[in-house]
């Protein structure tokens, strides 16, 4: 089955630094890429995904780039500020597939 | 719009006694999840239930039961607890299962186990 690993477990920046959190899959078939914010103490929130036929995708301060061959996927978080930090997850999942399967997630630390 | 719902918020038993989780959606959402969070796994899948009427299996069900009372509802039991069960538990729905269908969270259920 789909195995994703993540990295760094941990991660602080100082305010305005930019961030980058990598993920890597095991299961070639797997063709969506979501990412999840969970800030302390609540639920895991979707902030962006992308799909098997698409290289990068960019929302304000968020991006995410995909690289099919080597089966690796990062988030990019630039001019990152205190409420960026939380845990971050990546996920893996195929189209026809039941369920997501994610990494072990990332605590960003952005640090005044 | 109250998105999905879980109760309890918490809740402490005794190794031996058994539960229901409760989770419902109000998005007419077709698929319903139900996680696990331990520190430094990430969310690990329970069971899933694709559509009203069906159930699977995830990567840990063991010590678990489901089911899917009608569209909206889905609850997790278990039977007999354990202390490896002490956890934190998310309910989750998606439009559809599979790819391209974002999963929305419910707030979670912090279960301890003694």
């Known amino acids: 089955g789909e195995n994703v690993e993540q990295h760094p477990s941990t991660l602080s920046v100082q305010e305005g630094d930019s961030a980058v959190i990598k993920c890597t899959y095991s299961?070639?078939?797997?063709?969506?890429f979501p990412w999840y914010k969970q800030e302390l103490g609540k639920r895991p929130q979707l902030i962006i995904d992308?799909?098997?036929?698409?290289g990068e995708k960019k929302d304000q301060r968020i991006a995410v780039t995909l690289n099919k061959t080597a089966k690796h996927f990062s988030l990019h978080i630039t001019e990152t500020q205190p409420e960026d930090s939380a845990v971050y997850f990546c996920?893996?999942?195929?189209?026809?597939?039941?369920?997501?399967?994610f990494g072990p997630g990332t605590r960003l630390s952005v640090l005044p | 719009n109250a998105g999905v719902t879980q109760t309890p918020k918490f809740q402490v038993l005794k190794t031996g006694q058994s539960m229901t989780l409760q989770c419902a959606q109000d998005?007419?959402?077709?698929?319903m999840y139900w996680y696990r969070q331990d520190p430094g796994m990430g969310l690990r899948l329970i069971y899933y239930?694709?559509?009203?009427?069906?159930?699977d299996k995830g990567e840990v069900p063991n010590g678990y039961n489901v089911s899917r009372l009608n569209k909206r509802e889905f609850s997790l039991r278990l039977e007999s607890a354990a202390p490896s069960q002490t956890s934190v538990y998310f309910c989750?729905?998606?439009?559809?299962?599979?790819?391209?269908?974002?999963?929305?969270f419910g707030p979670g259920t912090r279960l301890t186990v003694l």
């Open positions: 992308i799909r098997s036929n698409v």
């Open positions: 989750a729905s998606s439009p559809g299962a599979g790819a391209y269908n974002e999963q929305f």
């Open positions: 299961d070639s078939a797997s063709n969506y």
């Open positions: 239930s694709a559509s009203e009427g069906t159930t």
């Open positions: 996920a893996a999942s195929k189209a026809y597939g039941q369920n997501f399967v």
């Open positions: 998005m007419n959402h077709n698929s």
